[in-house]
């Protein structure tokens, strides 16, 4: 297949954003690699301050689109927009629609369509340093920018214990940010991230835990930006992920029930990410992350190695999903599909009883296969 692997060049200005940002050039080189060793034609197309010249070179229906962009001229909030230039021009491409991506980028706004749906999520408020007066909610309470990913603006200082510290953090959204402030409830318990892959009925992958076990005090158990993005950090070293996570089978199951409502409640397509944390059994949506981070040791690499896919299985299944969707026609079929038929005709509902061996591309299984077959004879011989 031929694909043009879309990413967004970030100018150095802030930062905070320099970092997790960046990271897409390098996510770019992997993708394609990844891709290569699939046979497929890639051409990696950079987008700076310029949408339309750059994508005008190439008929859009020879190429489908690998969406690598998170921003558009430093502004998360052109993610969006992004995406009605690819669609506006013709091009297919990986990943959520506009319309689930503006909705997710909003948290308060996703938190309203999650909450519509029946699912849990942490009571909130969105506050500016002009209504923050009018607090419904109990302490604790967490404090974060209504419309940044990447744990952006969030620190120690984001849980609030008392009025004048939820002020602070208020006006220190705003004056930073420059928007609103999106305060929850907050969630005391185990966090996890659950990857999804699929359309119709996305399969969850096994589920990674943030570790907070050398972490005494339970308010400083959080994801701040130096736990995601600095290595060197104390809050880094002292949040490694565990995946897949030592869950009973009935936490698993409840997890995996939300996550999966959440992504499609929220319409993500082919891939995305669901961070939930666990309150007296009960999992609760933090957020919903279409178009994750797809760098090899970021959460939906990592789960789908737990699940038996190398990097390069994981980038050619949602170049997979993708055709499918857009029922291009020479594509394999996504190997989820095949196996979610296979396991609806012997009978089940081809979600829970899909096996991680499942997903293993089909010449390791045959070998996997081969190898079990002749342990067994062994042991039959002997
Ligand atoms: N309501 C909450 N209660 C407790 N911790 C929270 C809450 N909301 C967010 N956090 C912590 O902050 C981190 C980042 O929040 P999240 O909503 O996932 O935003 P981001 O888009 O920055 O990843 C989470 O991983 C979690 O550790
Ligand atoms: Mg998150």
Redesign the pocket.
């Known amino acids: 297949m031929k694909i043009l692997v879309v990413y967004n060049v970030v100018e150095p200005s802030e930062e905070e954003r320099l970092f997790s940002e960046q990271e897409i050039v390098f996510v770019e080189q992997h993708i394609a690699r990844a891709l290569q060793e699939y046979g497929h034609l890639t051409v990696s197309v950079p987008i700076r301050n310029d949408l339309w010249t750059p994508l005008k070179q190439y008929d859009p229906n020879e190429w489908l689109i690998f969406n690598l962009c998170e921003s558009f001229r430093n502004k998360t909030y052109l993610e969006p927009y992004i995406i009605s230039v690819f669609e506006y021009l013709g091009f297919r491409y990986t990943g959520s629609d506009r319309r689930t991506l503006a909705n997710c980028l909003n948290?308060a706004r996703a938190k309203e369509i999650l909450q519509a749906h029946g699912i849990p999520t942490?009571a909130f408020q969105v506050f500016t340093p002009l209504n923050v007066h009018q607090r419904r909610l109990e302490f604790p309470l967490?404090v974060?920018p209504v419309s940044?990913?990447?744990?952006?603006g969030?620190t120690m200082d984001s849980v609030v214990r008392d009025d004048r510290a939820l002020r602070r953090q208020v006006r220190f959204i705003w004056e930073k940010y420059h928007e609103p402030a999106l305060v929850?409830?907050?969630?005391d318990g185990r966090?996890f991230n659950v990857t999804l892959l699929g359309n119709d009925s996305p399969r969850v992958l096994p589920l990674s835990e943030i570790n907070f076990r050398h972490i005494r005090d339970p308010f400083a158990r959080?994801?701040s930006y130096r736990a995601k993005w600095v290595p060197t950090s104390e809050e880094y070293l002292k949040t490694p992920p565990t995946c897949p996570a030592r869950v009973s089978e009935s936490l698993k199951r409840r997890i995996e029930d939300v996550a999966r409502r959440a992504y499609q409640a929220m319409g993500l397509r082919d891939y995305g990410r669901v961070?939930i944390?666990v309150k007296d059994g009960i999992p609760y949506v933090?957020?919903v992350n279409p178009n994750a981070d797809l760098a090899p040791d970021a959460g939906i690499a990592r789960a789908a190695r737990a699940a038996g896919m190398s990097y390069a299985d994981l980038a050619d299944e949602i170049v997979r999903l993708a055709a499918h969707r857009y029922r291009i026609k020479g594509m394999a079929r996504p190997r989820i599909v095949t196996y979610e038929l296979k396991a609806r005709s012997a009978g089940s509902d081809g979600i829970y009883s899909i096996p991680a061996q499942a997903l293993l591309p089909s010449v390791l299984r045959a070998e996997k296969v081969k190898r079990l077959r002749a342990t067994s004879a062994v042991g039959v011989a002997a």
């Open positions: 948290k942490a967490f974060k940044e990913d990447a744990s952006i969030i929850e409830e907050f969630i966090e959080i994801v961070d944390r933090l957020e």
